[in-house]
């Protein structure tokens, strides 16, 4: 379901980063949780079109591959990176059965990946993948659906996305519809919000130590840009979590 979804986006997903949820919320967190990247080489799964790929190569990491499910996404990661070289290379990929990459990683990125997990099998091998694909010691980083998140909070659409329960629950955890409300053509896209205990455990199977569950904030710029009162809703009822640990 990811791949058909995600072909049909293809260079769309590129204004998914211009909403305000994702502009002054996630990728200011995801970028200051993973931090400096200087000298370090980075695996990015789910890499989608390259946004953090493309990020982190620029902040001074020494070698970036992004892999991804949908053959479109990585077609149009690869047309960029011919418009903007940037040394970063791309391949299609299932993490669930990701191929030895010859080689380990210092850290490895999962924006929105694991939750597209079929069941709870299927995520602890993405993890034991990803495990693998790391030096000793390496750190994973992690950022998708808040797993407890409550869907009678107030809605999101003010931050640029719309955040519902299909009804349905998988093996993960209950099935979730997002619609990015994109000008002139809203995306939607269906999902997991995998239980938080399902995460850890699939981790710590995979043997991935040291845990640790890191809230979204709002980067100053927002602040600015907005208001605080602005942000109210979101930060009461984050829709986003982020995770670290070390293999």
């Known amino acids: 379901m990811a791949v058909q979804q995600y072909d ?17 919320g996630e990728v200011p967190s995801f970028l200051g949780l993973v931090g400096d990247v200087r000298g370090r080489s980075v695996l990015d799964l ?4 390259g946004f953090y790929s493309r990020e982190f190569k620029r902040r001074g990491a020494t070698e970036v591959l992004g892999v991804d499910i949908s053959g479109e996404m990585v077609a149009a990661a690869r047309n960029i990176e011919r418009q903007e070289p940037l040394g970063i290379s791309y391949e299609v990929g299932d993490v669930a059965e990701l191929r030895p990459l010859g080689r ?23 993890c034991r993948n990803i495990h693998r694909s790391l030096v000793p010691g390496g750190e994973f980083f992690v950022l998708a659906q808040k797993p407890d998140y409550g869907f ?8 640029g996305f719309r955040c519902e329960p299909t009804g349905e629950e998988s093996e993960t955890g209950p099935r979730v519809r997002v619609t990015a409300l994109l000008d002139p053509r809203p ?22 130590r040291a845990l640790e569950w890191v809230p979204l904030r709002v980067s100053e710029e927002g602040l600015r840009a907005y208001g605080e009162g602005f942000w109210a809703d979101l930060l009461a009822h984050p829709p986003l979590e982020m995770l670290r640990c070390r293999a």
């Open 187 to 208: 995306i939607t896209i269906v999902g997991a919000a995998p239980r938080r205990e399902v995460y850890e455990a699939s981790l710590r199977a995979a043997g991935f």
């Open 8 to 24: 049909g986006i293809g260079e769309a997903f590129e204004g998914f980063k211009a909403l305000p949820l994702t502009r002054y």
């Open 46 to 49: 789910a890499c989608g079109t």
């Open 152 to 159: 009678d909070c107030p809605s999101l659409e003010a931050y």
């Open 104 to 126: 380990q990683f210092d850290l490895a990125l999962a924006v929105q990946c694991l939750n597209y997990a079929e069941d709870v099998a299927a995520m602890e091998r993405m």
